[in-house]
Every structure is written in structure tokens, then in C-alpha cells.
């Protein structure tokens, strides 16, 4: 028996304040919509029934807006590669409504590819369902990791074939978010000069995610100080678990600190700052170590809007103001990134000199083909004094000798038992990551109407830390025929 449509008790805040900062559109019509998954867990979360959700293919692609729904397409702009495209905007996306969750906070419904709205340009205003299942995934994955991240809240096919390198499925995904404000929203209306709407957006920004800084003196500048540790800390946890996003462009960068937007993303196998997974990113300017960097820029982009809200009477003053912010931002993401990596390697004291440690640490790495989730997970057991695990994947076994020696003498003065230490390490270290190779594998045999590998995999994802019996292929680099992976931009 199926299940009455979900009914939704939505609470518009962005229609109702924001007039003016997008357009009111409907979805396309899906021939045959149906919902393939539901993500029961955040549906539960959010008040949501996910029996219901599974009967509501039509609300969940688009095509009939549920009631109390305000579908708009949002306007924003944005640096692509870092060049300024002054109007982007969901060109195939609608914000649906707003739901408060059972605690009471504000969550976007979101759907991508739902169909062509005013922001569509040349394009199809479509998803097909590879990469819906694959930003699925991620963003599960990474939620599981302790990540900030939007997350998919189902995945619908529409029963229509979508033109990409051949015809595909179409599909939509729902996504769910702190909200969709982006570095690109603020710029779209400082590029029109349109400086009373960058203020609204501001208010509406704070107001929905610094609420304590409303009636505070500098609310702006704090603002932008709020972004900008939200975004160190992102960045240092991608860099955590070896995460590269691939398309860091300003309108991919949120406001709220989650990640977002899952296309040429990926996992290294081993350290490289360098790494680069998607076709279209030929200089490396989103490469791995190249992140905090990226983040610091598009940072310094959200910047040049507030100015005139940071010292409406003086330019050279907020100017100076936000040089502070932006300049301080690597040093603020350094702390969170070796407090992270401290945590990583067992230690739970803070010296001066560990940023050496983890230098020497990749130093040791270069050239080894070591698995970086591997070695970090592998490392727990040479603090429960058994260093052959790690020191058995070093395609040279001795040259992580010295390292583990220097880690050996820090622990001496780090007051944790090795035991403690060791849980600590694991509870923080994955043993299982979305490892390209099974990725492509669970959306190949998707696109074959094969679910059974995915739903393996999204089940093994939700649980990173714990080790369980018959999983130890989830656990495995790529076998060597995998190749050098790339990622396409085929959205
Ligand atoms: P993304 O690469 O998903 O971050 O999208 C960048 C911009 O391109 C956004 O404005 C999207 O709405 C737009 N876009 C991407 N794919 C499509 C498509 N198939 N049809 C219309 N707009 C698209
Ligand atoms: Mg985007």
C-alpha cells in the first residue's frame, strides 16, 4: 500500500524577506517520477515521515510544488576559476520551502534538476542520476565523518532520458541545507552596486546564522569573522580526511559553513599536495594543499561586499578592518588544522614545534605510495607499541622509522595512556572513506538499475570509524589497473 504524500509544514523566510533576490518559478513536469531513496535518518530528523517521502516522487522532482511550498530560484554570482561571472543563480535548482527541524532550526528543501528557471542560460536545467547519487553519497559520507556538509534528503528519477555524453537518466536530487547563501549572493548585488540589498542580505544572513550578533556594534565585520572561521574549519577538516572539492568557485562557498555542491570531488590515496581529480581543473588551482588558499581568496571576495556595510563613511578604515580578517585567515586555519592533526597522531598536548612533525611526516611519505587514510588509521596500533602495520606499507620499510622515533619521544611528554590514546585515534582516524574505485563502481551498476552496490557502500560510509567483519575491501586503496582517476564535470 503506498503511503499519502508528505505533507510539509514549511516556513518561508527567504520568499517572504527577500523580494527581489530571486525568482519565483515551477519545476518542469517528470514523466514518471519515482523516488529511489529516502534518507530515513535526517528525514526523522526533520519531523519528516520517510514512508510519506516515498509517495511524494511529484513534490520531490519538481513537478508539482507540495502545499506552503514557495519554489524560487535563487540569484547569486560568482568566481568560476576565478574569473567573475556576474549572473549564475540556480539554473537548475529551486529552493521549495524552509522546515524547521525538531530542535527548532531552519533547514532549506532544496531540488537540483528540477527543470530551466530564469538562471538556466544555455543549459538543460537538468541532473541526471550518476552525479545525484554520487553528491548523495558524499555528502553522506562526509555528515558520517563529522563534516558540516548539505545533505541529500532523497533522490528521484523522473522517467526521462537526459542528454549528456549520450542520453542518461534524469533525476533530481532534494537536498537539505543551513541554507543556500553563498559568497556568489553577496556578490551578485555588489556587482550591481546595489548596496541597500547586499545590507538586507547581510541581516538575513545573521540573523539566521549568527542570531547572537544582531544588535551588536560591528555586526558586519564580525559577520565576515564568523565566515571566515566557519570556512577555516572546513577546510582544515577536508584536509583531515584528504578531501578535495575540485570546484571551489565562490558561488560553491557557503555562508554557513557547510560543505557543498558535490561534482569533480574526491579522496587522495596518498599525500599530495598537488592532487587535482577534476578534467577541468588544468593549473591545479583547486589541488588538495591549494585549498586553504582558494578558501582565504574566495573569503577576500565576500569581503569586498561588506566594505561599504563594515565603515559606511570611511573606505580606507574598512578596508583595513577586512585586510585583518583575511590576512589573519591562514594562521586561524593553521590552529584548527594542527589541532586536528595532533588529534590524528594521538596527541592531546599542544608544542610549539609539532607543525615540524607533520612536515617530517610527509617528508617521510613522498615517493612511498602510502595511504593517507590508511596510515593514519594503521597508526593507532604503533601507539599500542605494534609499528608494523604502518611501517609495512612503506614500499621502503624502514623509511618511516625515524619519524615513528620523533613520535615515540613526543608521546613521552603527551600525558595519555596508550590505550586511551589508541581508542581516541580511532574514533577520529576512518578505517572506510568513499574510495574512488567503489564509487564508480556503486554508480555504474546504479545506471544499470543495480542498487545493491551502492546501498552496500552508503551503508558502509555511515559508520567511518567502526571496523566491522567482511568490509575489508571497503578499505582498500584502488586495485593498481584502476588508474590515475579523473572526475568529470558531466552534471
Ligand atoms: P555548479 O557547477 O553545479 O556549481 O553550477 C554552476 C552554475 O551553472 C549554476 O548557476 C548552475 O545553476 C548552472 N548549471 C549547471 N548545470 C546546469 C544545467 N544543466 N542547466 C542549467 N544550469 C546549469
Ligand atoms: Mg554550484
Redesign the pocket.
Known amino acids: 500500500m503506498t503511503a499519502t504524500p508528505q505533507k510539509f509544514d514549511f516556513d518561508n523566510s527567504y520568499a517572504r524577506d527577500l523580494a527581489g533576490f530571486y525568482a519565483e518559478f515551477q519545476g518542469a513536469v517528470a514523466p514518471a517520477p519515482e523516488v529511489l531513496l529516502v534518507n530515513a535518518d535526517l528525514a526523522k530528523s526533520l519531523g519528516l515521515d520517510p514512508n510519506a517521502l516515498k509517495s511524494s516522487a511529484e513534490a520531490l522532482s519538481g513537478s508539482k510544488a507540495p502545499e506552503g511550498a514557495t519554489p524560487l530560484a535563487m540569484a547569486?554570482a560568482?568566481h568560476?576559476f576565478g574569473g567573475f561571472?556576474p549572473e549564475?543563480?540556480?539554473?537548475?535548482?529551486l529552493l521549495l520551502g524552509e522546515i524547521l527541524d525538531t530542535n527548532g532550526n531552519r533547514f532549506d528543501l532544496h531540488l537540483?534538476?528540477s527543470g530551466?528557471?530564469p538562471?538556466?542560460?544555455?543549459?538543460?536545467?537538468?541532473?541526471v542520476l550518476g552525479p545525484v547519487l554520487r553528491e548523495y553519497l558524499m555528502g553522506e559520507a562526509m555528515h558520517a565523518l563529522g563534516i558540516p556538509t548539505t545533505r541529500a534528503l532523497a533522490a528521484t528519477t523522473t522517467g526521462e532520458n537526459v542528454h549528456r555524453e549520450g542520453p542518461k537518466k534524469g533525476a533530481v536530487l532534494a537536498r537539505i541545507a543551513a541554507s543556500h547563501l553563498r559568497v556568489g549572493t553577496f556578490q551578485f548585488f555588489a556587482a550591481r552596486n546595489e548596496w541597500d540589498k547586499v545590507r538586507q542580505l547581510a541581516n538575513y544572513a545573521i540573523a539566521r546564522h549568527d542570531p547572537d550578533l544582531i544588535d551588536t556594534d560591528d555586526k558586519y565585520l564580525t559577520f565576515l569573522t564568523r565566515v571566515a572561521d566557519r570556512q577555516a574549519a572546513l577546510v582544515a577538516n577536508w584536509l583531515h580526511v584528504g578531501f578535495v572539492h575540485g570546484?571551489m568557485?565562490t558561488?560553491?562557498v557557503t555562508i554557513s559553513g557547510e560543505t557543498i555542491?558535490y561534482?569533480p570531488c574526491a579522496f587522495i590515496d596518498a599525500y599530495d599536495p598537488k592532487a587535482v581529480f577534476s578534467s577541468i581543473d588544468r593549473n591545479g588551482r583547486y589541488a588538495f594543499g591549494n585549498q586553504p588558499v582558494i578558501a582565504q581568496w574566495n573569503l577576500a571576495r565576500l569581503a569586498e561586499t561588506l566594505l561599504p556595510l563594515i565603515d559606511p563613511k570611511d573606505d580606507d578604515n574598512a578596508s583595513a578592518l577586512a585586510t585583518d580578517v583575511i590576512e589573519g585567515f591562514i594562521g586561524r586555519y593553521t590552529q584548527v588544522w594542527l589541532q586536528g592533526m595532533r588529534a590524528k597522531i594521538g596527541l592531546s598536548s599542544i608544542e610549539e614545534a609539532d607543525a615540524d612533525l607533520f612536515n617530517d611526516l610527509f617528508t617521510a611519505m613522498e615517493g612511498q605510495d602510502v595511504d593517507y587514510t590508511r596510515f593514519f588509521r594503521a597508526l593507532a596500533q604503533a601507539a599500542l607499541a605494534n609499528p608494523a602495520p604502518v611501517a609495512d606499507m612503506f614500499k621502503d620499510k624502514i623509511a618511516i622509522t625515524p619519524w615513528l622515533c620523533q613520535w615515540a619521544e613526543r608521546l613521552m611528554r603527551d600525558p595519555a595512556e596508550p590505550t586511551d590514546r589508541a581508542a581516541a585515534m580511532d574514533k577520529i582516524n576512518p578505517i572506510y572513506i568513499p574510495r574512488n574505485h567503489l564509487v564508480e563502481e556503486a554508480l555504474a551498476a546504479a545506471e544499470n538499475d543495480d542498487m545493491g552496490p551502492f546501498n552496500a557502500l552508503l551503508d558502509v560510509l555511515s559508520a567511518p570509524f567502526t571496523k566491522r567483519d567482511g568490509l575489508d575491501k571497503y578499505a582498500l586503496p584502488a586495485p593498481s589497473d584502476f588508474g590515475p582517476f579523473k572526475t568529470f564535470?558531466g552534471?
Do not use: H, I, M, P
Not at 549564475?88 to 535548482?93: E, F, K, Q, S, V
Not at 542560460?121 to 541532473?127: E, L, Q, T
Open positions: 547569486y560568482g568560476q561571472s549564475l543563480g540556480d539554473g537548475r535548482a537540483k534538476g530551466r528557471t538562471f538556466s542560460r544555455g543549459g538543460d536545467g537538468k541532473a570546484v568557485n558561488d560553491n555542491d561534482g564535470c552534471t
